[in-house]
């Protein structure tokens, strides 16, 4: 006979097993969501680059944009960015008339700058300069047939710039800077049968700004993929630009290094070529390593996101009407490091001893690096004036001081060829790797940085009056030590300190010398030359005991 449950009973067993439900699913819950914001985290980590890049707003907010985990993009030119047959590498080269878009291009409403992105109104590009991501060329006119190119260039003076401020993201409102490089190229350029040929994967930030610059003065241009660099007959036109802003390096780095060789033959000849290098960096999971790539006649562009970087050299037509600092979000993406001793530079990253640059006003800083910069190659071009070993009547002491980036980045001006730190005499080039050196709480660095700066300015004619006893001081301090990366010396932070901080206030005006960049005029005074102790062949100093 089947035994009956009491109706209460089987209500309370129901009722329990609805609350044994529930109550799991609650003690569930936080286990799924911990799971869930640690799979985030993971992925946001592997996005952290050696600057913390997560911490940057991206793209399009700012110029900083990140590749998706595992994507390699495949280059797919738009119909105005694929050659032609008559653009393949030969004597018949020639941009079809698809790919020079016309100069009514305006620019869509999320390209407008922001009130703190927006320049001067001297920068302040008309409708008809500034291109959208949604631009439709049209027709521009084609070189004429008789025009007829010559094998090679007749030897001439070439040029080389080098370009890491983001003139492609549209925002910034760099299209005065774009409009006087592609004036300045052009000008520097030898008379060939087609005037721009463009080399890149897309259009920069989905904006053509550089080809709008082109367009607009007049000229015509054909947009070419990196990988048909290898075997092009760069003479068929008048400038080369290499436009990898918003590239990754694994986008066009080996088709460039390649073709590096036949980029230094163009220009020697006389050739004109523009690298303008603003890159996306590949974020690093151990946060260890930057991106960069080679430039032509030696020297690197190493990934370094800056918001504002001082022109140095307010003369250079690329900068003209350009105000400093140059500021964006962000204005460069890369600096340069390396290069040639007569390199011209323009423009620079400026951050100090603790890695502060958004206030830098390029007037003393500890860390300047090149961001624009231009070189001269060829048969024909002027030799850089070398400095005389023969002294020249002393300037009256009252001349004005330079800081410490503006000598490093500006050789050429040096009035001297060797100086002595302690009592080691250093070469020129030996002086040039000590001051590129990174302090990494080394104070022989730091004071060694300071000091050569003093005695640039002291032979430039500065009043040494006040800092004579602090360089002696200092030299003093210095003794046998040989500096890094000739030698290995060190110094602790604390014995240099008010040592360094005194010829950094001397560097920067503050002291008997007013600073060149407050309205000083400098007038050279070299010193006399002495015999040079070349510090290689003097035995290395170790470490002293603290």
């Known amino acids: 006979m089947k035994k009956q449950i009491n109706p209460s009973i089987k209500a309370h067993l129901i009722r329990g097993a609805f609350y044994l439900i529930l109550l799991s699913g609650v003690c569930a819950t936080p286990f799924a969501l911990a ?20 911490q940057f707003p991206k793209f399009p907010y700012s110029s900083v944009r990140q590749r998706p985990a595992g994507v390699t993009p495949t280059p797919t030119p738009s119909a105005s960015q694929t050659p032609s047959a008559s653009q393949t590498p030969s004597a018949s080269q020639t941009p079809s008339a698809s790919q020079t878009p016309s100069a009514s291009q305006t620019p869509s409403a999320s ?6 992105q927006t320049p001067s109104a001297s920068q302040t590009p008309s409708a008809s300069q500034t291109p959208s991501a949604s631009q439709t060329p049209s027709a521009s006119p084609t070189p004429s047939a008789s025009q007829t190119p010559t094998a090679t260039p007749t030897p001439g003076c070439g040029l080389l710039i080098g ?3 983001a003139i492609g993201f549209a925002p910034n409102n760099y299209t005065l800077i774009a409009t006087n490089i592609v004036n300045y190229a052009f000008s520097n350029g030898q008379t060939a049968p087609n005037d721009f040929a463009i080399f890149q994967t897309h259009d920069p930030f989905g904006a053509t700004i550089v080809e709008a610059a082109i367009t607009a003065a007049g000229h015509t241009f054909g947009v070419f993929t990196p990988g048909d660099l290898a075997g092009f007959d760069f003479t068929q036109y008048r400038v080369i630009i290499l436009n990898w802003d918003d590239h990754f390096v694994t986008d066009f780095l080996a088709d460039y290094a390649a073709a590096i060789p036949a980029l230094e033959a163009y220009i020697s000849g006389g050739g004109v070529v523009w690298v303008q290098g603003a890159i996306q960096g590949n974020d690093d999971s151990e946060g260890n390593e930057e991106d960069s790539y080679p430039l032509p006649f030696g020297g690197q562009s190493n990934f370094d996101l800056s918001a504002s970087d001082p022109i140095v050299d307010p003369s250079s037509p690329m900068v003209a009407g350009v105000p400093s600092p140059i500021t964006g979000n962000f204005a460069s993406h890369v600096s340069d490091e390396d290069l040639p001793g ?20 390029g007037d003393g800083g500890d860390e300047q690096n090149p961001v624009l ?3 001269r190659r060829g048969a024909s071009c002027a030799p850089t004036p070398t400095p005389s070993g023969t002294p020249t009547p002393s300037a009256t002491p009252g001349g004005c001081v330079f800081g410490f980036g503006y000598w490093k980045n500006h050789p050429q001006a040096w009035q001297v060829t060797e100086l002595q730190l302690g009592n080691v005499t250093y070469t020129q080039d030996q002086l040039l790797s000590i001051m590129h050196e990174p302090v990494h709480g080394n104070g022989l660095v730091s004071l060694a940085h300071h000091l050569i700066t ?17 360089i002696a001081d200092a030299d003093a301090l210095i003794g046998d030590l040989v500096v890094p990366p000739v030698g290995d010396g060190f110094l602790a932070p604390g014995d240099v300190n008010a040592l360094k901080d005194t010829l950094e206030e001397y560097d920067e005006g503050d002291l008997c010398a007013p600073s060149c960049d407050n309205g000083g005029s400098p007038t050279p005074s070299p010193s006399p030359p002495r015999s040079p102790r070349r510090p290689p062949e003097l035995p290395h100093h170790q470490r002293p005991p603290r």
């Open 35 to 54: 799971q869930r914001n640690a799979s985030y985290r993971n992925v946001i980590r592997s996005g952290v680059a050696a600057k913390d890049h997560s």
């Open 111 to 116: 390209q407008t700058p922001s009130a703190s």
């Open 163 to 165: 370009d890491g401020l």
């Open 342 to 361: 007569d390199a011209h530079v323009v423009v620079v990253t400026c951050e100090d001893e603790d890695g502060n640059g958004e206030n830098c006003d």
């Open 373 to 375: 910069y231009e070189l």
């Open 454 to 470: 003093a005695k640039l300015n002291v032979s430039n004619g500065a009043d040494p009056s006040c800092i004579q006893q602090t």
